[in-house]
């Protein structure tokens, strides 16, 4: 069993920056992939960034190219989002998650263990 938690969660201005860590339990590999997704109410959870397993290539939505960064640290079995120039459209309850398959996927059904989420929320 692999249990996920995120923490870093918050209230921030426009502009600012923000950082979330997640932290890995259980029989976590250092070749799974892990990704971070985020979900407003109402909405469908949507991918972020991902990395691959062992520190490899990592993915970026479009929406947050240049702004947000994915790190890993296969040591501690955790992994990080460093979000800088965030915009009001950014709030929403960001989840980390593990697969346990092949490659780097960017859809939520390819992720087989989640965290409870953490909330962020960008306003003045």
């Known amino acids: 069993q692999v249990q996920l938690v995120e923490s870093g969660g918050g209230l921030v201005q426009p502009g600012g920056s923000l950082r979330l860590s997640c932290a890995a339990s259980?029989?976590?590999?250092?070749?799974?992939?892990m990704g971070w997704f985020r979900q407003v109410p109402g909405k469908e959870r949507e991918f972020v960034a991902a990395?691959?397993?062992?520190?490899?290539?990592?993915y970026y939505a479009d929406f947050v190219k240049g702004r947000f960064t994915i790190s890993r640290d296969n040591s501690k079995n955790t992994i990080g989002l460093q979000m800088s120039s965030l915009k009001a459209e950014d709030t929403a309850i960001y989840y980390c998650?593990?697969?346990?398959?092949?490659?780097?996927?960017?859809?939520?059904?390819?992720?087989?263990?989640w965290g409870q989420g953490a909330q962020v929320t960008v306003s003045s």
């Open positions: 990395v691959s397993g062992r520190n490899g290539p990592k």
């Open positions: 259980g029989s976590i590999f250092s070749g799974n992939a």
């Open positions: 998650a593990v697969s346990r398959g092949y490659g780097v996927p960017t859809t939520t059904f390819a992720y087989d263990y």
